[in-house]
């Protein structure tokens, strides 16, 4: 599969590093490296970050917040997570514009397709932020729907494991590692690639997901070479 042009999602608790709150410098920094090289080597490559690491929409529901609000503030929580990462990438030498799906100047600049699809055949990152700007949908289903909205030739997912297993490779040592699966049998047998609103958009949309273990210094770029790295979930049965 050749990658011209990339959604890569990140979760905010990678941002903070081993501890997953807060914001870790060195892996921010890691992470701006590997994408950046990936820019530099002619890869267009939008981003969208989750808020995990600083606050979480659900978990705030449990302690008490509204449900609405507490999804708010978990949208904001990915706009100081894509700030940062914007920071570290422009002293990559990389240009990086934040964009917000909620109007947010000018700290960022609001989300429109043309706009992001400007940077990124300038050259430059476009991170974009805020969820899909309406509560109820995780950072997994505005990656979707952005991977899309540009036409990406895939979204990768980076994460802290290095791709879909069989069941929790935590707790089962004999957990089966997939090289590659289809759509329906992840659904058929419930492994949590994605959120099923993320998932379903991305089968409906003939749009590939990549499952890759982030934390790893160059899995990034081997992916990018065509290298097997992590789990390729797609309509191929």
Known sequence: MELKRVLLKLSGE?????????????????????????????VQVAIVVGGGNIFRGLSGVDAGYDRVKGDQMGM????????ALSSFLKDCGVKAEVFTSLPMEPVARYYAKEKAMEVL???????IAGG???????TDSAASLRACEIGADALLKGTKVDGVYDSDPKKNPNAKRYESLSFTKALADNLKVMD??????????NMPI????MTN????TKLLAGENVGTVVSNKE
Do not use: H
């Open 132 to 138: 899909t700007g309406n509560p109820f949908f995780t």
């Open 217 to 220: 210094p160059e899995n990034l």
């Open 121 to 127: 055949n300038g050259g430059g990152v476009a991170i």
């Open 196 to 205: 099923q609103t993320a998932f379903a958009l991305c089968k409906d949309n």
């Open 76 to 83: 904001l929580a990915t706009v100081i997570n894509s700030m």
């Open 210 to 213: 990549i499952v890759f273990d």
């Open 14 to 42: 990678a941002m903070g590093g081993a501890d997953g709150i807060g914001l870790n410098a060195d892996v921010i920094k890691s992470y701006s490296k590997e994408i950046a090289k990936a820019v530099k080597g002619g």
